[in-house]
């Protein structure tokens, strides 16, 4: 198994803490990812994993605590601030632009990513710097073929790739996959493992994911969500072994 | 891929038929003339500006997703910069010091359109950090907000407005002609149009997709959306500003009716019944509509209890206006 790089997070969270209403979403919330790692985030429905990814984006405030990405706090900066300083997010109920293509999609994040948009004559869909990095993200993603098909026509399977794609596409230093295994089938989701295997190293990663087999597969580290706090962390076969985490969580009745 | 190619050789063909169409246009002056029918070429006017006008508010509407439910403001705003100039021209007074009178079409236009775009960065700017239903509704309270202050504005005509005894002159060219007149305005239309069809497929014009189809996936690929979503509206503005200007010199006349809440929702109507979102249908939706009002208010003077239901039918059964029925009698599916 190959081990992580030690020390240096590249994303750290300090103590979080979000409230809606009576539920405590998100509560006393820390954790570290590592330069280069796969760090896997599991618990149950409800457990506040997709809200945790939303104060990661800027889309959530949180009620407290500190959230710094390459050693500086990000409280301030917008959605788009932190995406152009290098994090990026699939979601787990996919935002694609229905009435473009799969290439259209990447290609637009493509186009953020290369700076203002206020270019008003030239053709945006003839123009090669857009579209060969657009076509490598797709291939990346497991997606070459299916360039020119419009996301309305796709697969929910590959909705889910196109999220991937177009998140490579803003070339993030930090990742975060919100279930990007849910809704797929048996050999869909050994695509999806095998993708994410092929960019392991260059990227960080936060994988938020139901499905076992995947984290097992993939993650260095595995942390465990339950009622907006993490009741344990540690290696997969750490975790695997914690009582605690399969009596609240891999559904093993007795501990 | 297969849908390249055929992409290429479809554009080539509507190129080509847009070409023709453009030619049939410019001819129409000559053949209401064969028909007998001079007024043909003024009706033909009216459509042609207005067909700017319901363009510029299809950047934001249809392609933008904005719905500005205020768009005659930035029209009628543009017809008065013609009429104040018109005004000072004649009189000789001069404006805040300057003697600023002009009856230059060259002068006029392009100014109308700066003025109308300043209108529409300063309301745009505060309207667009709402969206929704409450985009809608301020943007109609803004244009409703300017209709009154010019219907209040008795140093220049108040609820009577301006009358512009001459048309704006060109240098070599007849404007008082109505066939020259009807060219000037075809030519701006085609430019127009030709810039429109560039917009929306330009980097620019594919943020504006974006944001119309999913603000929060804008978001998170590092897109702030607010200065693409003003810059679409002052453009959009000013192309209605241009259209009002024009406006403004066919009719001789301009007053706060043309930005009446009735005028954007007019120009709404254009764009939805033509198609929203599509390079022609604006202007199919103008000359529908002026044809049919003019057609339906020979017959009967309650011509609008007949044009309603009939505009209610056509936009409920062709699923995306006129371009909607265009693509269904073709049996393709690209606008």
């Known amino acids: 198994m190959a081990e992580p790089s030690g020390g240096d997070p590249v994303l750290r969270v300090e103590r979080l803490f979000k409230r809606f209403g009576g539920v405590n979403a998100t509560d006393d919330l820390s954790l570290d990812l590592r330069r280069g790692e796969i760090h896997a985030l599991i618990g149950p429905n409800g457990a506040g994993k997709t809200t945790f990814i939303g104060q990661l984006m800027g889309e959530i405030e949180p009620d407290s605590g500190r959230i710094l990405f390459e050693g500086r706090d990000i409280a301030a900066l917008s959605t788009p601030a932190r995406v152009r300083a290098g994090l990026a997010r699939t979601f787990q109920i996919t935002q694609l632009l229905g009435e473009e293509t799969a290439l259209g999609n990447v290609a637009l994040a493509v186009q953020a990513r290369q700076g203002h948009s206020f270019r008003f004559w030239a053709r945006a869909g003839a123009d090669e710097s857009l579209r060969a990095p657009a076509c490598d993200h797709l291939a990346a993603a ?59 190293g260059g990227l960080s990663i936060l994988l938020v994911e139901h499905d076992m087999n995947a984290v097992f597969a993939l993650a260095d580290r595995v942390s465990v969500l339950v009622y907006g706090r993490i009741i344990a962390s540690g290696t997969p076969a750490e975790i695997q072994a914690d009582a605690q985490v399969r009596a609240a969580y891999l559904g093993e009745g007795d501990a | ?91 000789g007074d001069p404006f805040l010091g300057l003697s600023v009178g002009t009856d230059q079409l060259l002068v006029t236009l392009p100014l109308a359109a700066l003025v109308s775009g300043l209108f529409a960065a300063v309301f745009g700017a505060l309207a667009l950090r709402t969206s929704g239903v409450q985009f809608i509704m301020i943007t109609l309270a803004f244009a409703q907000m300017i209709f009154f202050f010019f219907v209040a504005l008795k140093a220049y005509g108040g609820d009577d407005g301006l009358i512009v005894r001459r048309r704006n002159s060109l240098p070599f060219l007849d404007t008082r002609d109505a066939a020259t007149f009807y060219w000037v305005c075809l030519t701006l239309a085609v430019g127009w149009f030709a810039f429109m069809g560039r917009l929306v497929r330009s980097r620019f014009g594919a943020v504006l997709a974006g944001v119309r189809q999913s603000e929060r996936r804008m978001a998170a690929i590092g897109v702030r959306t607010y200065p693409y979503k003003l810059a679409a509206f002052v453009i959009s503005g000013m192309g209605a500003g241009l259209a009002g200007a024009l406006m403004a010199n066919h009719a001789r006349f301009v007053s706060p009716d043309m930005m009446h809440w009735t005028q954007s929702g007019e120009l709404m109507i254009m764009v939805i019944l033509g198609g929203a979102g599509t390079l022609l249908g604006p202007a199919a939706g103008a000359a529908v509509l002026i044809l049919l009002e003019t057609q339906l208010a020979a017959l009967t003077e309650h011509w609008q209890i007949v044009l309603g239901p009939l505009l209610v039918l056509m936009i409920l059964f062709t699923r995306g206006g006129l371009s909607g029925l265009a693509r269904l009698v073709r049996g393709g599916r690209d606008g």
């Open chain 2, 1 to 91: 891929m297969a849908p390249v190619v055929t992409g290429q050789a479809a554009s080539a063909r509507r190129n080509l038929w847009l070409g023709a169409l453009v030619a049939a246009l410019a001819a129409l002056p000559f053949l209401a003339d064969l028909a007998g029918q001079p007024a043909m070429t003024s009706l033909a006017t009216r459509i042609v500006i207005l067909a700017i006008a319901a363009a510029s508010l299809n950047l934001a509407l249809g392609y933008g997703g904005l719905v500005s439910f205020g768009h005659a403001a930035w029209y009628g705003i543009g017809g008065y910069v013609v009429g104040v100039l018109y005004r000072h021209y004649v009189s």
């Open chain 1, 142 to 200: 497991g997606l070459a073929a299916r360039a020119q098909v419009r996301v309305h026509e796709m697969s929910h399977g590959e909705h889910k790739q196109l999220e991937l794609a177009v998140a490579l596409a803003s070339q993030p230093h930090v990742l975060l996959l919100d279930e990007p295994m849910a809704g797929l089938g048996a050999s869909e989701s050994r695509d999806m493992v095998e993708a994410l295997k092929r960019m392991k």
